[in-house]
């Protein structure tokens, strides 16, 4: 399941937030073995960054994917500012199902493009893995909230040409099974 946003917030702040996209050897990037830079540390990530991942926050993600009760990860885990330099892809997969450090299952997805690059198309795959359902085109201010489970393989495509490909990603959890008083034993 995949919702498709054009324009999904204000322009000015999306061409804002890829004006100031740090270069690929700043040191607060955290880079994977196939070449995905990410950084979901608040402290670091510039501000009109941290704008726009505070308005994807807010988005009732999970509402419009049926979804009651769920909850911003604020923590970013998995999220944050995800940058792929000409050359990377990221083959297909499922994302992790929960946030390891508070043991909440991961719901909902959301993924902002900010820059238009050379391929670097999202694919979101049928769940027997037989081929694309859809493919979406990096458009900077385009949202796409899709579900986190093992039911959406999903894939990007090789980036091509010259530009960054660069975006900024929320998730959702089912905080439940907690405590809301002192538990005296
Ligand atoms: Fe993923």
């Not at 100031?20 to 960054?49: A, L, M, R």
């Not at 009651?68 to 995800?82: A, Q, R, T, Y």
């Not at 530009?163 to 034993?185: P, T």
């Amino acid at each position: 399941m995949i919702r498709i946003i054009p324009n999904a917030f204000d322009g000015a702040m999306v061409f804002d937030a890829s004006r100031v996209w740090p270069k690929d050897d700043w040191k607060h990037w955290f880079t994977y073995e196939n070449g995905k830079q990410t950084c979901n540390d608040w402290q670091n990530i510039p501000s009109p960054c941290a704008l726009l991942l505070n308005k994807m926050l807010a988005f009732p993600s999970g509402e419009i994917l049926g979804h009651k009760g769920l909850v911003p990860d604020g923590s970013l885990w998995g999220g944050g500012m995800h940058s792929m330099s000409p050359g990377t892809e990221l083959g297909l997969h499922v994302d992790s199902d929960h946030n390891p450090n508070r043991g909440w299952p991961r719901m909902v997805n959301a993924v902002l493009f900010l820059s238009q690059s050379g391929g670097g198309e999202f694919e979101l795959w049928k769940e027997d893995f037989s081929g694309p359902i859809v493919r979406v085109s990096p458009t900077p201010g385009t949202m796409i909230v899709f579900a986190t489970s093992a039911k959406s393989p999903h894939r990007v495509a090789p980036v091509s040409g010259e530009k960054v490909r660069k975006s900024l990603a929320v998730f959702w959890v089912a905080a439940g099974n907690q405590r809301e008083r002192a538990d005296f034993i």
